[in-house]
């Protein structure tokens, strides 16, 4: 008799959601750099660019993240 997979489902807190936000933009920040530092040549261009992007895209990431954590579609109740 095969063991069903078990499945957790729960609902995220706002701390693990900015958790999640941050650890994303650090990644992204990092790739930002590199990406633009290696088309410019220029760090000044390559970190105004990475600085001003993350800071608008850190607050949506964290907006969409709250708005699907309130979405019951694809959640079991237990």
Same mark, same amino acid.
């Given at each position: 008799?095969?063991? $069903?997979?078990?499945?957790? *489902?729960?609902?995220?807190?706002?701390?693990?959601?900015?958790? $999640?936000?941050? =650890? *994303?933009?650090?990644?992204?920040?990092?790739? &930002?750099? =590199?990406?633009?530092?290696?088309?410019?040549?220029?760090? %000044?261009?390559?970190?105004?660019?990475?600085?001003?992007?993350?800071?608008? =895209? =850190?607050? !949506? *990431? *964290?907006?969409? %993240?709250?708005?699907?954590? $309130?979405?019951?579609? !694809?959640? &079991?109740?237990?």
């Amino acid at each position: 008799m095969e063991k $069903k997979a078990e499945r957790h *489902y729960f609902k995220e807190g706002w701390k693990r959601s900015l958790a $999640k936000a941050l =650890t *994303y933009r650090i990644l992204i920040i990092i790739l &930002d750099f =590199t990406v633009i530092y290696l088309f410019t040549g220029r760090v %000044e261009i390559a970190f105004w660019f990475m600085v001003v992007s993350n800071v608008y =895209t =850190t607050i !949506g *990431y *964290y907006a969409h %993240e709250r708005v699907w954590n $309130k979405i019951k579609w !694809g959640k &079991d109740r237990k």
